[in-house]
T-cell receptor, first 117, second 111 residues
Framework: NAGVTQTPKFRILKIGQSMTLQCTQD?????MYWYRQDPGMGLKLIYY???????DKGEVPNGYNVSRSTTEDFPLRLELAAPSQTSVYFC????????????????FGQGTRLTVV | QKEVEQNSGPLSVPEGAIASLNCTYS??????FFWYRQYSGKSPELIMF????GDKEDGRFTAQLNKASQYVSLLIRDSQPSDSATYLC???????????FGAGTRLFVKA
């Protein structure tokens, strides 16, 4: 039972470098999300997707890009990394629900700890 | 005003006591509300969800929702040291597509 798998678990980037955080889910969920969590803080929504080919911005999208070419995969791209992007990144997925009863649980990956120096 | 607000704590309670965690939200159209528990260095995991006004009980946990006051709470009865974690309140935004999290409340249960 893999669930939501994120790679890598840890990464150190230099300022200005780029990288892609990978996220794959095997639960056939339509909804996928990327959050970042700064130390001692809650989760901030970066981008989300409600299905293959459909993505939208969350609360803090600047400096990031996403794509959703398949139901399973939802990679997050960091272009020109900055120290402010040092954080723990979580990918999550959910089933989605019926209108008026959106009682759906989000399943999280293990997280990627990113440091930009 | 933040969309989802929680007291950051820490909240410290003795073992066996009731821990009360509170959350307010700003979007009146929000439809579902969640409590996640996050141990240090781990991913969040769902404890409770609630979408109707009133109380919902599951074992030692009770979620309470008051949509008129835009208020959600989580009660943990008979608190155990293993309940020590950060508790995140999450709200499913109007339209049902975005789940917004609060900053979390750190709970310490003293043995």
């Amino acid at each position: 039972n893999a669930g939501v798998t994120q790679t890598p678990k840890f990464r150190i980037l230099k300022i200005g470098q780029s990288m892609t955080l990978q996220c794959t889910q095997d639960m056939n969920h339509n909804y996928m999300y990327w959050y970042r969590q700064d130390p001692g803080m809650g989760l901030k929504l970066i981008y989300y997707s409600v299905g293959a080919g459909i993505t939208d911005k969350g609360e803090v999208p600047n400096g990031y890009n996403v794509s959703r070419s398949t139901t399973e995969d939802f990679p997050l791209r960091l272009e020109l990394a900055a120290p402010s992007q040092t954080s723990v990144y979580f990918c999550a997925s959910s089933q989605g629900g019926q209108l008026g009863r959106w009682d759906t649980e989000a399943f999280f990956g293990q997280g990627t700890r990113l440091t930009v120096v | 005003q933040k969309e989802v607000e929680q007291n950051s704590g820490p909240l410290s309670v003795p073992e066996g006591a009731i821990a009360s965690l509170n959350c307010t939200y700003s979007d009146r159209g929000s439809q579902s509300f969640f409590w996640y528990r996050q141990y240090s260095g781990k991913s969040p995991e769902l404890i409770m969800f609630i979408y109707s006004n009133g109380d919902k009980e599951d074992g030692r946990f009770t979620a309470q929702l008051n949509k008129a006051s835009q208020y959600v709470s989580l009660l943990i009865r008979d608190s155990q040291p293993s309940d020590s974690a950060t508790y995140l309140c999450a709200v499913l935004h109007t339209g049902g597509f975005k789940t917004i999290f609060g900053a979390g409340t750190r709970l310490f249960v003293k043995a």
